[in-house]
């Protein structure tokens, strides 16, 4: 600590910031809170709110709900009951989301390993090879991806949605940056020569790396759970086996009593992903190579 | 580091096939497709099909709208992320649960905000009441060239959170010494961040600004949660435009748009790997 000089400044400085910090997080927070607090008003009461949208009448504002005239589940019950067609994509989300988990689970820690604790010729190349995927866009190589899976078979079916998504460069590119930074002599110690690369993978790099999986995990169902560019294309002409996210465009203008307590739904998973991994992601991307 | 080691296969093989199948192929195989005809003959155009592309009136406006958007995002989400972790760097453990909260978005679906996204923006929406109170004239945030206002800050919402974690890990690398001193010797806040915090944090700085760069070059979503396949002229980005032609089963201009923005995107990545090449990419 320096003397009474600097406590001034600091002391002024750490008030603005909470300020600064606490308003910002209320904005992040807003469209949060509004959208699980508009699920619990009546059916009439939200579809009349909604109806007074658009409208351009200058003196005219749209009301600022606050408060429901009586609380009320009927949306939840609406869409969890009396509509089976939101409990089928609702289930397509949680299929995908899982079985691309699973496979980047199985695939993407190895091959990071390979490319992070091995020697090889092409090593290099190949990495230079993963950032360049993870750069660009999904539309980028779609055509030809399109092909790839017509000559598979896989087109229209859940697989051309999954399989890609399983390899996805970007968590190659994540998993391998925390793996560099495990100093040589934790993995080599405690092997006999001749070191056992698949014990050192599994009693050494994999417990380390827990921070990074856990955030890769995290942020990968991110992207699953709001995956659009690839149901659009690879399942184009079966509309039942959307997810969730691709049909929120057209539900919000036919389902407009329940929109939000379908929108509340959909964020549910994700929040409770994120908080049981948020010390993870933190922890994971201090202790990576992020330069 | 282990060198001729036989189970490397076994780490490798799983991964890689997947990766060539998925990834690699298809972007090898569409170099070729983009210098084809595309008919039943398959004959080698060269560059044709560029040529076509880029005199293509909806691929230039795309190509513009991309560029402008993630221009106007990039420097947004950089100056933000970088103001929003230094000021949880003086609050330290207290941060957390403001950094939590500002990570939490990153996590959510976009897909389900689009509604509430839609009644905020409204023309008699909440945006418009403090505008109106501002004693403005209010604006058509979604019906007119201005829907680049709530697409960007939807994109910003999401996405800021992500770059504050990453300056953060970097600023909690910078030894407090160096501001004590610092604040001996009479530097104020502004001073210290530009000589002490931004020098040392320069890679990591880079990281974060060409991720945000590339990232925001991928602002699809937002604009077809709120625009949909065909939004107005101002935010039709390169993308729609790839889906689009791709609907009509024009692959060749497809891949063709694809490839040259791809060649935008690898200058970006080349001036990164450059600066990599530099400091040493393998140093074990």
Not at chain 1, 91 to 117: E, H, W
Not at chain 2, 44 to 57: I, K, M, P, T
Not at chain 2, 152 to 178: C, H, M, R, T
Not at chain 2, 264 to 278: E, N, P
């Amino acid at each position: 600590m320096t003397g009474t000089k600097g406590a001034r400044p600091r002391r002024l400085g750490r008030l603005i910031s909470t300020l600064v910090l606490a308003l910002i997080c209320g904005l992040t927070l807003l469209p949060i809170l509004l959208t699980f607090l508009y699920s619990f008003f009546p059916m009439s009461e939200m579809k009349a709110f909604l109806d007074t949208r658009n409208n351009y009448d200058q003196a005219r504002f749209m009301n600022v709900l606050l408060a429901p005239s009586i609380v009320s589940l009927r949306q939840y019950y609406d869409l969890l009951i009396d509509k089976p067609i939101y409990l089928q994509l609702f289930m397509n989300s949680v299929k995908y989301t899982l079985a691309i988990l699973l496979g980047q689970v199985l695939f993407i820690p190895t091959l990071a390993y390979a490319l992070s604790r091995f020697r090889f010729r092409g090593r290099e190349t190949l990495f230079f090879l993963v950032l360049m995927l993870m750069l660009l866009p999904f539309q980028v190589t779609m055509a030809p991806s399109v092909l790839t899976m017509r000559t598979l078979g896989l087109m229209n079916t859940a697989w051309a949605v999954i399989l890609p998504m399983m390899f996805a460069p970007f968590y190659i590119f994540l998993m391998r940056q925390f793996m560099v930074g495990i100093p040589s002599e934790m993995i080599e110690a405690g092997l006999m020569d001749g070191a056992d690369t698949v014990r050192s993978f599994f009693h050494v790099v994999l417990p380390i790396s827990r921070p990074i999986l856990g955030a890769a995990v995290a942020l990968s169902f991110a992207d699953a759970w709001n995956m659009v560019e690839q149901p659009l294309i690879y399942l184009a002409s079966t509309q039942n086996q959307m997810p969730l996210s691709v049909m929120f465009n057209s539900l919000s203008s036919s389902e407009q009593g329940v929109i939000f307590a379908s929108a509340a739904l959909y964020i549910m998973p994700a929040l409770l992903i994120y908080s049981y991994f948020q010390e993870d992601i933190l922890l994971g991307i201090q202790l990576s190579d992020m330069k | 580091m282990f060198a001729k080691k036989k189970s490397l296969w076994l780490f490798l093989l799983p991964g890689l096939t997947g990766l060539m199948v998925f990834h690699l192929v298809p972007f090898i195989g569409g170099i070729y497709f983009s210098l084809t005809d595309g008919t039943v003959h398959n004959r080698l155009v060269w560059f044709e099909n560029y040529r076509r592309v880029w005199g293509n009136a909806a691929f230039r406006q795309g190509l513009g709208n991309s560029l402008e958007l993630s221009l106007l995002s990039t420097p947004l989400i950089f100056l933000f992320s970088f103001v929003l972790a230094l000021m949880l760097k003086t609050l330290r453990e207290r941060s957390l649960p403001y950094r939590n909260i500002l990570l939490m978005p990153y996590l959510v679906p976009s897909s389900a905000l689009l509604i509430i996204w839609m009644v905020i923006f409204d023309y008699g929406g909440i945006v418009n009441r403090l505008v109106a109170a501002l004693g403005l004239e209010r604006v058509m945030w979604l019906e007119s060239g201005a829907l680049r206002v709530p697409i960007i800050l939807l994109y910003v919402w999401k996405n800021v959170g992500f770059s504050v974690v990453i300056f953060s890990a970097a600023l909690q690398s910078v030894p407090d010494e160096y501001y004590e001193f610092a604040m001996l010797e009479g530097a104020g806040p502004v001073r210290q961040a530009r000589s002490i915090t931004l020098p040392l944090i320069l890679p990591t700085a880079f990281l974060v600004f060409v991720l945000a760069w590339v990232n925001a070059f991928k602002i699809f979503k937002e604009v077809y949660f709120i625009g949909g396949a065909y939004p107005r002229d101002e935010v039709y980005t390169l993308q729609h435009f790839m889906n689009n032609r791709f609907a009509k089963l024009e692959y060749q201009d497809v891949t063709t748009a694809a490839y040259s923005f791809a060649l935008i995107v690898l200058v970006f990545f080349a001036m990164l790997y450059a600066r990599k090449g530099v400091r040493g990419v393998d140093r074990h």
